[in-house]
């Protein structure tokens, strides 16, 4: 017994070895086997899940993870003055953080490179996808909006941010819930109390009640490694940098097409490798609908 012991042990030290000497050619091994170190076959996502109201300070939260890869996504409201140029609407603003918790290439002191480019592709993603009506955020016509400060805080980056990125953001504005306002005698904007909900107000409500954001086409992404002739779906960090050519499809709830990212990467994307990763995009698609509408059930529930 002790010495299967000792030579299970000493296989496992050679194949970790073997594994930090040569990545390539370690993680080249199991895809000649169609498979992955992780046990997944190359199409196929980690699991994932989504818990909403994980920031209850927040007017909507969400926390999701995509295997280790972990997201928080908090939004706050807070009462602005529509532009000249868009009177009847609000605004979002989108940033994304990197604290050195979430991984060991974050320096502490020094702004995560990857931080600002995330928050950019999330904006352009969701505007662009029409999820949200800017209009649905206005509340006096030309006076009063709501300003949504979406924050994602990346808990682990464990590769497929922006995935588990976008998917945290879409779960948060799905729990978001638009509090009551009603207008005070100087013409100002404040928020009605639950408190005081069911007391006599000065002045009618803006909004009568709670009320959640109506959203369209909700957005959905799967990055995907393309090494060779292979096709990896939700790559892991240590894939990412090993197999660096990484495309990201963006797709609507009803299959359309939303943005195509590639940023480089050494294997050109063909029209065929191209139109593999749109097909495993439709199916992850699938996965995450049901996954957030199970969230969101069990949320109604509590």
């Not at 046990?39 to 699991?47: E, F, P, S, V, Y």
């Not at 306002?181 to 709670?210: A, M, T, Y």
């Not at 097409?257 to 063909?270: E, R």
Request: aromatic share 4%; proline share 6%.
């Amino acid at each position: 017994m002790a010495a299967a012991s000792g030579s299970n042990l000493s296989s496992e030290m050679e194949v970790d070895a073997f594994r930090r000497l040569f990545p390539l050619r370690f993680h080249e091994r199991h895809l000649l086997q169609s498979i992955r170190p992780d046990g997944r076959t190359l199409g196929k996502a980690r699991d994932t899940t989504i818990a909403l109201g994980a920031v209850t300070s927040a007017n909507g939260s969400a926390l999701t993870k995509i295997g280790c890869t972990t997201m928080l996504a908090a939004i706050k409201l807070e009462v602005m003055t529509p532009t000249a140029e868009s009177p009847d609407e609000g605004c979002i603003a989108i940033d994304f953080h990197m604290p050195p918790i979430c991984s060991p290439i974050v320096r502490p002191g020094r702004p995560a490179e990857a931080a600002p480019v995330l928050a950019k592709q999330l904006s352009d993603t969701i505007t662009s996808s029409g999820v949200i009506d800017l209009k649905e955020l206005s509340l006096v016509g030309g006076k009063a909006a709501w300003m949504a400060y979406l924050d994602i805080y990346c808990l682990d980056a464990d590769g497929s941010l922006f995935d588990a990125a976008l998917l945290s953001a879409v779960a948060a504005f799905s729990h978001l819930r638009i509090p009551v306002v009603s207008l005070n005698d100087e013409g100002r904007i404040v928020l009605v109390s639950e408190d005081n909900g069911g007391g006599k107000l000065e002045k009618e409500p803006v909004n009568k009640e709670k009320r959640k954001l109506k959203l369209d086409s909700l957005p959905f992404s799967l990055t995907c490694i393309l090494h060779k002739n292979y096709i990896l779906a939700d790559p892991t960090a240590e894939e990412e940098s090993i197999m660096e050519t990484l495309v990201t499809v963006v797709l609507d709830s009803s299959s359309q097409l939303v943005s195509l990212y590639k940023p480089g990467g050494p294997v050109p994307a063909h029209t065929s490798a191209i139109q593999d990763c749109v097909a495993l995009t439709r199916q992850r698609l699938k996965e995450l609908q049901k996954i957030l509408n199970g969230a969101i059930s069990d949320m109604e529930v509590d």
